[in-house]
């Protein structure tokens, strides 16, 4: 066998074996059931701008656009691309910035993968993403939001039975639209609600 033909078979070998032997789940997240109680009513425009990091936070990005959009709480909005906030109004800036693994999860893992196929186990606890919703009124700062959103990857051979458990565990989807809707939940005493409903 060639080395080029022993190198597609053993990098195959590889990534299979990261893919199926993980567990992942998000975790420092808010619980949406009881934020999603709370309800209430803007009519005041809020113009609202997203800034990230496409490729790494798109799906949470979506969920976060998909909650302002959806009409139960701010009924007049505007997506914003304008470089300073608007002057008049409520503005929102959501930046959702990652927060990579540390060099030696990384190491651990690409090593426990590439020397034993995950026999040795490997994890990280510290990668995931920090996002803010940086406030405004009328032009002027009023609160930036800060929440902590942490992902633990393991990898291990033993993982590999239950590997289906990573089908009900929060995903990056969750994480960002329970982070929205503390934000949401956070930004009340800011606002001039019209009607408040539980």
């Known amino acids: 066998m060639s080395k080029r033909i022993f190198f597609k078979y053993f990098s195959i070998i590889i990534c299979i074996t990261f893919f199926i032997n993980g567990c992942m789940y998000y975790r420092n997240i808010?619980?949406?059931?009881?934020?999603n109680k709370v309800r209430y009513s803007v009519d005041n425009l809020l113009y609202y701008q997203l800034i990230s990091?496409?490729?790494l936070d798109y799906v949470g990005i979506e969920k976060v656009e998909e909650i302002l959009k959806s009409n139960n709480y701010f009924n007049n909005l505007e997506r914003y691309f304008g470089y300073a906030p608007p002057e008049k109004g409520y503005y929102v800036s959501i930046k959702a910035q990652y927060r990579p693994a540390t060099v030696k999860a990384v190491c651990a893992m690409a090593l426990s993968t590439v020397l034993t196929l995950t026999a040795i186990p490997a994890w990280s606890t510290q990668d995931g993403f920090n996002l803010y919703y940086e406030f405004y009124v009328d032009g002027k700062k009023v609160r930036t939001f800060y929440y902590e959103i942490k992902r633990f990857i393991g990898i291990w051979i033993v993982f590999l039975p239950f590997v289906w458990v990573n089908l009900f565990t929060s995903s990056k989807k969750d994480a960002f639209e329970a982070t929205t809707y503390q934000f949401i939940n956070d930004v009340q005493p800011y606002l001039n609600i019209n009607s408040k409903n539980e």
């Open 53 to 55: 990091h496409e490729l």
């Open 30 to 35: 808010p619980d949406i059931k009881e934020l």
